[in-house]
Nanobody
Framework: QLPLVESGGGWARPEGSLRLSCAAS????????IGWFRQAPGKEREGVAC????????EYADSVKGRFTLSRDDTKNTVSLQMNSLKPEDTAVYYC???????????????WGQGTQVTVSS
């Protein structure tokens, strides 16, 4: 088991910024690829960004390229998603997940956090 906890969600104005973090209890996070996903009301869950073990590979969904930045600090057992230039369509519950492969496909992930709400509105 790898309990994951997301934090940093909240409300932001359009063009604003938020920083989400994904933390794991214990020291297991460095052994996993981490993905961020989001699900808006009435929509399917979609992959936002993912990062490989060691951080050598990072992939972003087209909808967030140039606005979101994913990083990991294995010394702190955390992965962070910096979200800039937020848009109302970014409003969703954001989840982090851990798995063996960095991919935007959610089926590849074994462990999931509970999610954190992000709301972008004026």
């Amino acid at each position: 088991q790898l309990p994951l906890v997301e934090s940093g969600g909240g409300w932001a104005r359009p063009e604003g910024s938020l920083r989400l973090s994904c933390a794991a209890s214990g020291s297991g996070l460095p052994y996993y690829a981490i993905g961020w996903f989001r699900q808006a009301p009435g929509k399917e869950r979609e992959g936002v960004a993912c990062i490989s073990r060691g951080g050598g590979y990072i992939e972003y969904a087209d909808s967030v390229k140039g606005r979101f930045t994913l990083s990991r600090d294995d010394t702190k057992n955390t992965v962070s998603l910096q979200m800039n230039s937020l848009k109302p369509e970014d409003t969703a519950v954001y989840y982090c997940a851990a798995g063996s492969k960095a991919t935007l496909a959610d089926v590849e992930y074994d462990y999931w956090g509970q999610g954190t709400q992000v709301t972008v509105s004026s």
